[in-house]
């Protein structure tokens, strides 16, 4: 139960940094893009539109969370705590997205530079650096082991770098008079923007093409778990991620006929949640003697001494009953 407190705990503490995060952006985001038309920078526009992504993304986080707390229901038998993965996704794929545009505008721009107000667009992102320091200051407190809040700080943090670049963007146009430093700045946005997205997009994708979490080898688990004294084979081990700090293992154990199939089980339980972190393990432990070798299926539901079914394997046929069939018939 502390457990499940301190994790309810952190919940909370993670929404309220999302909401505080969330009213920072939205304040700044109206206040940007006014000054941006004013100014005619593309950089502050594209700074602008990243805090319009920003916002939704932190919405969005925040609406993944709720649904990824509800239950399990019905057909839903983990709840829908991949929501959150798919909200990493959806914010990784929408940066993708803004990339490819800013890139396109960026090269316009440098091909072909307006004039831009270097003044406006110095004090905006100076401004900007401070809003998004206190916001990405915030969402580090959060759990970033969650590809949610991950996908959101991210979002946060490309924004403070591009901010630095828009400052000295800026102060080159207002020093120099260099028109095309704004669109050196829009590139540099769009490869931070690049960056993140490509991360998002893959870490999400690993969780939902259900491949092993990261640092959870199923070769090398696989090998300590058929080292474990009783234990004569591992089969069809599978390891996935339900969603992020959600790691879990399904496998078919053969044991020794002289080791108790619960007692193994729950070892080799405590081994996987010891040494690897995973506490959802779904383990199928059988004697190896217990696979009947006639062509005859035991009964169902017969348990052996030690508690563990029994399995019937049919056996192939012999040449000679083989060939007594084929004269019967």
Known sequence: MAHGHGHGVQVDADRRYLWLSLSLILGFMAVEVVIGLLAGSLALLADAGHM????????????????????????????????????????????????????????????????????????????????????TLLLSRANRQSLNIEGTYQHILTDLYAFAGTAVAGLVVLTTGWNRADAVATLFVALLMGFAAYKLVRESARVLLEAAPRGL????????????????????????????????????????????????????????????GIRHSTLQVDHRDSVCHSGEVSDAGHHDDHGCPSIAVPRKPSESSAHAAHQHR
């Open 52 to 135: 319009v992504s920003d916002a939704a993304a932190i919405g969005l986080a925040l609406l993944a969370m709720r649904l990824a707390a509800r239950p399990a229901f019905g057909a839903y038998t983990f709840g829908l705590k991949r929501a959150e993965i798919l909200s990493a996704m959806v914010n990784g794929l929408t940066l993708l997205v803004m990339t490819v545009y800013f890139v396109i505008e960026g090269i316009k721009r440098l091909i072909d530079p307006p004039a831009v107000s270097g003044g406006l667009v110095l004090t905006v992102a100076l401004a900007g650096i401070v809003v998004n320091f206190a916001a």
């Open 217 to 276: 080898d199923p070769v090398v688990i696989k090998a300590e778990l058929a080292a474990v004294p009783g234990v004569t084979d591992i089969h069809d081990l599978h390891i996935w991620e339900v969603t992020s700090n959600f790691p879990a293992v399904a496998a078919h154990v053969i044991i020794e006929p002289d080791f108790d199939c619960h007692e193994r089980r729950g070892h080799l339980e405590g081994l996987l949640a010891g040494a690897y």
